[in-house]
């Protein structure tokens, strides 16, 4: 129920927004607005104001099926136009009017955007800190000298400046647009115990990655942040339980390899299913004071086609966390930036999809985006409000794109006549449409068959 909710109102906000930005912009131009609606189909609630702007009669109208909307403005192409509201219609004013009543829908939610990652800014999010966790063996991380403890206090691109990391998210971010980009990155970071500063460079330019997915991160070797290597809650009949561990011990060493955190636990039993048979071998555990050695047998089972270790129990203690919140200038400022980096990362995606440098899976469909707003919703506001704020990004950026019966679409045709002097014939529009409504269509279906592939593959 919490998913259906989340979603229907992610979605029934972020295409509000859209349409008051082409709304709002409209009756700025003089342009009269006949309906702005919320939702296609059956009308399940209309209202028109009493006192509405001179030369405006809207009806604003809620409709069955949330999954769009529409400004319908006077318009001479649409129907006919009495003489004495014709300097009203939509087709008969300048070129730039209609432009930015255009490209009015996806700033407005670009805007969202930025305010709503501000909220998040000024309000304070509880995030884990910037510690990081036993780097994945073979990974990047690893060759890049890092062995798990390290504090990172500044990070960025390596022929760029770097800049303080507050969070473990902080980093992530940054993590991640490195992938995609082929940009190396460069920490700075202390150790427990050590003086002074160091760094390592992370050589993410070589990754080649296609997807900004959870095996981007094992490859780079940043799963997480560091946690003790304790036992957590144990599932009844698991390999735990019937090693007869208990919730808060602390794994000391696993065999004779020592355990340093609960990375390096959690990767061990992973491993231990390679082989087809997890191996038995003995943990030493401290448990009320004292070391114990307890023999354990991790039970076998298979992540896709891999097979892997299970122990049946959470492993590691919960991590450090800080709160993150800054003031209202900082705020803001960061919210703008977020967006714009967010907006550039999708950009540069979705180009490298288009020739074939990115694969097709980074597109989502209503099932992914239902399924991560009922996720984030149960997280907490704040997490609600970033995926909120991401989604209203996606769908801003989305509407740019130079397609036709988009957004874009309209500026391309918009651009057309502004360096020809004359507009696209009604033959061309028809075929451009056609060919629009074809893209979406596909895009459309390949999201969706991502989407079943991901909940249910």
């Known amino acids: 129920m919490l998913t259906i909710v989340a979603f229907t109102v992610a979605l029934g906000l972020l295409i509000a927004v859209h349409e008051w930005g082409h709304y709002r912009v409209a009756v700025a131009c003089g342009i009269k607005v006949l309906r702005f609606s919320v939702g296609f189909g059956h009308v399940l609630y209309r209202w028109k104001p ?36 014709r300097h009203l219609a939509f087709n008969t004013q300048p070129l730039r009017k209609r432009a930015a ?9 670009l805007l969202l955007a930025v305010l709503l990652y501000s909220a998040v800014n000024w309000y304070g999010v509880l995030e884990p800190a910037p510690v990081l966790a036993s780097p994945v063996a073979g990974s990047i991380a690893e060759r890049a000298g890092l062995h798990g403890g390290e504090q990172v206090r500044q990070a960025g691109f390596a022929d760029g400046a770097l800049r303080a990391v507050r969070s473990l998210e902080d980093l992530r971010w940054l993590l991640t647009r490195g992938a995609l980009d082929g940009r190396d990155v460069k920490l700075q970071y202390t150790r427990p115990q050590e003086r002074g500063p160091r760094e390592a460079v992370l050589a993410l330019g070589a990754l080649q990655s296609r997807d900004a997915d959870p095996q981007l991160f094992r490859r780079i070797g940043i799963l997480g942040p560091w946690t003790a290597p304790a036992i957590g809650e144990v599932v009844p009949g698991g390999a735990a339980e019937r090693a007869g561990l208990r919730r808060g011990d602390v794994v000391e060493a696993v065999g004779a390899v020592a355990v340093v955190d609960g990375q390096q636990l959690r990767e061990r039993i992973r491993a231990s299913g390679a082989g087809g048979h997890p191996p038995r071998e003995t943990w030493r555990v401290r448990r009320d004071g004292r070391s114990l050695d307890v023999p354990v047998q991790p039970d076998l089972a298979r992540d896709g086609e891999q097979a892997i270790g299970r122990l049946g129990a959470y492993v590691g203690a919960p991590p450090q966390m800080v709160t993150v919140r800054y003031g209202p200038l900082d705020g803001l400022t960061r919210g703008a930036v977020r967006t714009w980096e967010v907006s550039l990362l999708s950009l540069r995606v979705m180009g490298r999809m288009v020739i074939g440098e990115a694969s097709l899976k980074n597109l989502s469909g209503p099932l992914t985006i239902a399924d991560y707003a009922g996720k984030s919703a149960s997280l907490g506001l704040t997490q609600y409000l970033v995926f909120l704020a991401l989604i209203s990004v996606s769908l801003g950026v989305l509407n740019l794109l130079p397609v036709p019966v988009l957004d874009g679409g309209h500026l391309m045709y918009y651009l057309w006549e502004a360096v020809t002097g004359k507009s696209v014939s009604d033959a061309w529009m028809e075929r451009l449409q056609r060919g629009g409504i074809a893209v979406l269509l596909a895009m459309m279906s390949i999201a969706l068959f991502n989407d079943v592939s991901r909940l249910f593959g």
Do not use: C, H, W
Request: net charge negative; no cysteine; aromatic share 6%.
């Open 50 to 85: 009493r006192r509405q702007r001179p030369g405006q009669d809207t009806e604003f109208v809620l409709s069955v099926f949330p999954l769009g909307g529409y400004v319908k403005m006077l318009d001479e192409r649409e129907g006919p136009v009495e003489a004495a509201e």
């Open 101 to 109: 009543v255009v490209v009015a829908g996806p700033i407005a939610n």
